[in-house]
C-alpha cells in the first residue's frame, strides 16, 4: 500500500495550513501537499518548521504553472512567480512542484500557440528548478480544463514535453484527470520512474461542475486501484495523495474527512 | 466552404422533424441530420419522402451506438435496435449512421471491458451495414462524457477501431469533442477519406453544464476554421453540420435560431 498524503485543498474551506499539519499527525497521516495560498499565510519559513516538527513528508507543492498570457510582460510574470514557487518547494521539502500549465489567454483561440508558451515557460524555468533541486511535475488536467485551466491535457502530451525537457521533469498522475485515456496503461508504463506525485479522486455520475464536483475515492467510476497497479508496475514508490476539490466535501468537518478518507485509502487507493 | 446542414437536435424543443424541413427549405440550408426519435414521430416512410422532396441531403442518422450493457440481454438489445436504426439511415437516404458509443454499464467501473463491449458490437453491426450500403460514423464524445455517453475518446481510438473493422466504417469530427486533442491535427490527417461527417459547435468559457452547455460556433473557443481547414485537407468534401445541445438556445425561437445558424456558417465555420 502506498502511504496517504493529505492534499489541502480538500479541507481548504474550513481548515487552514496549521490546522492540517495538526489534523494529519492527529489521524496518522504521514504526508502533505500544501497550497501556495494556505502556505504564504503561514509563513514559509514557519510552515517548513511545523511539517518538520510533526515529521509529516511533503508529497508537492501545489502549485506553479499557468503559463501562457496574453503579452510578454504577463508570461514573464508568470515565470517571476514560479521561480518564488521553486523557492518555496525548496524551503518545505517538498517532493516535486506540481504544475497546472494554464489555459488559454483571456479572449484568445489560439491552442496551438498557448502550448508553445507552456512549453517556453517550461524551458525557462527548467534551469532554476535543477539548481534549487525540485522535481517539476508536469500535471496533464482532464480535457474539461483545457480552455481555461490547462493546455496540458494528457499523459502522452506531457510525456513528449519530459522527454525534451530531460532531467528535473516529470509528471504528476492524478487518477481524474487521466482514468478516461485510451493511452492511460501504455503511458504510465513510457513515464516510468519520472511518475513524481500519484493523486486520487473520483468522477461522480452525473458529474454536476467542471471544477468543483470531484468524488471521494471510491464513490465514482474510476478504478483506481488497477491505476495505482500501473504506477506501482512503472517503478512508482511515493504516496497517494487524496485531493478534492468538492463542494460537498468541504461543508463537512474536516475530521470526518479524514477520517473518511484514512477509510477509502485502506480499502480502495 | 462546405455546405451547411442543420442537425434537428439543435431545435428540438420547440420544432418537430416536419417543422426541420421545412425551417430548413424556408432557409435556405440544403443538409438535415435528424434525430431517431423525432423520425419515429413522423414515420419514416414519410420523412424520407418528405425530405426528399425538399431537396435536402441527410448528412447523418442520429444515433446508433450504446453498446454496453450490464448483460448478454441487454448488449443483444442494443444491437437489435443498431439493425433498425440501419434500416432507417438506408430508408432516409442518409450518408452515415452516427454511433454513440456508449458509456458504463451501470454501476460498473470496468472501463477497458465496457470498450470490449463497444468493440464487439461494432463487429456485429458492420456485415449488416455494409449490406445496407450505410457507413457507420464513430463519434468521439468529449473525455468528460466517458463515464456515462462514450466509452470512445479520442480520434485515434476510434480510428484504431476503423482499422480494424476496414470498409464501411469511419469517423465523425465534432468540433467540440475533438479540439482538446493534442493529437487532432494528426488523427484527421490519418483519417482521410474516412472523415463521414463535421460537426461544429464551440467551446464555452465557462461552460456550466457537461451536456446542454454548448456554444454557437463563434462564441467559444475553438479554432473551427483550422478544423476545418483540416478536415477539408484530409479530402473531406460533405457538409458542417451545426449540431447544438444547448439549453440557452433551446429557449430561442428556431427561426432566429437558423438565421443565427446562417450568418455564422458564412463567417465562422
Same mark, same amino acid.
Given at each position: 500500500?502506498?502511504?496517504?498524503?493529505?492534499?489541502?485543498?480538500?479541507?481548504?474551506?474550513?481548515?487552514?495550513?496549521?490546522?492540517?499539519i495538526e489534523?494529519?499527525?492527529?489521524?496518522?497521516i504521514?504526508?502533505?501537499?500544501?497550497?501556495?495560498?494556505?502556505?504564504?499565510e503561514?509563513?514559509?519559513a514557519?510552515?517548513?518548521?511545523?511539517?518538520?516538527?510533526?515529521?509529516?513528508?511533503?508529497?508537492?507543492?501545489?502549485?506553479?504553472g @499557468?503559463? /501562457?498570457? $496574453?503579452?510578454? &510582460? %504577463?508570461r =514573464?510574470?508568470?515565470? #517571476?512567480?514560479?521561480?518564488?514557487a521553486?523557492?518555496?518547494?525548496?524551503?518545505?521539502g517538498?517532493?516535486?512542484?506540481?504544475?497546472?500549465?494554464?489555459?488559454l489567454?483571456?479572449?484568445?483561440?489560439?491552442?496551438?500557440?498557448?502550448?508553445?508558451?507552456?512549453?517556453?515557460?517550461?524551458?525557462? @524555468?527548467? /534551469?532554476? $528548478?535543477?539548481a &534549487? %533541486?525540485? =522535481?517539476l511535475a508536469? #500535471?496533464?488536467l482532464h480535457p474539461?480544463?483545457?480552455?481555461?485551466?490547462?493546455?496540458?491535457?494528457?499523459?502522452?502530451?506531457a510525456?513528449?514535453?519530459?522527454?525534451?525537457?530531460?532531467?528535473?521533469?516529470?509528471?504528476?498522475?492524478?487518477?481524474?484527470?487521466v482514468?478516461?485515456?485510451?493511452?492511460?496503461?501504455r503511458?504510465?508504463a513510457? &513515464?516510468g520512474?519520472?511518475i513524481?506525485?500519484?493523486?486520487?479522486?473520483?468522477?461522480?455520475?452525473?458529474?454536476?461542475d467542471?471544477v468543483?464536483?470531484?468524488g471521494?475515492?471510491?464513490?465514482?467510476?474510476?478504478?483506481?486501484?488497477?491505476?495505482?497497479?500501473?504506477?506501482e508496475?512503472?517503478?512508482?514508490?511515493?504516496?497517494?495523495e487524496?485531493?478534492?476539490?468538492?463542494?460537498?466535501?468541504?461543508?463537512?468537518?474536516?475530521?470526518?474527512?479524514?477520517?473518511?478518507?484514512?477509510?477509502?485509502?485502506a480499502?480502495?487507493c
Open positions: 500500500m502506498l502511504p496517504l498524503s493529505l492534499n489541502t485543498v480538500t479541507v481548504r474551506e474550513r481548515w487552514s495550513l496549521a490546522d492540517c489534523g494529519c499527525a492527529r489521524h496518522g504521514p504526508g502533505i501537499a500544501p497550497w501556495r495560498d494556505r502556505l504564504a503561514m509563513g514559509v514557519a510552515a517548513a518548521r511545523r511539517i518538520r516538527d510533526a515529521g509529516l513528508t511533503v508529497t508537492g507543492l501545489c502549485r506553479g @499557468l503559463f /501562457p498570457a $496574453a503579452d510578454a &510582460a %504577463g =514573464a510574470a508568470a515565470i #517571476e512567480d514560479n521561480r518564488r521553486i523557492a518555496e518547494a525548496h524551503a518545505i517538498a517532493a516535486c512542484l506540481v504544475l497546472v500549465c494554464g489555459g489567454p483571456p479572449g484568445s483561440k489560439d491552442l496551438p500557440g498557448a502550448r508553445a508558451m507552456m512549453r517556453d515557460g517550461l524551458h525557462a @524555468l527548467l /534551469p532554476e $528548478a535543477r &534549487a %533541486g525540485v =522535481a508536469l #500535471e496533464p474539461m480544463t483545457c480552455a481555461d485551466r490547462s493546455v496540458l491535457s494528457t499523459l502522452g502530451q510525456l513528449e514535453l519530459c522527454d525534451e525537457l530531460g532531467e528535473g521533469a516529470g509528471v504528476a498522475v492524478d487518477c481524474y484527470h482514468w478516461w485515456d485510451p493511452e492511460v496503461a503511458q504510465i513510457r &513515464a520512474r519520472r513524481l506525485a500519484f493523486h486520487a479522486c473520483d468522477w461522480l455520475v452525473p458529474t454536476t467542471l468543483f464536483d470531484r471521494m475515492p471510491g464513490d465514482g467510476v474510476i478504478d483506481i486501484p488497477a491505476l495505482r497497479g500501473m504506477v508496475a512503472a517503478g512508482y514508490r511515493g504516496f497517494v487524496i485531493e478534492l476539490l468538492s463542494r460537498r466535501w468541504w461543508a463537512e468537518d474536516p475530521d470526518d474527512v479524514l477520517r473518511i478518507m484514512k477509510q477509502r485509502h480499502t480502495v
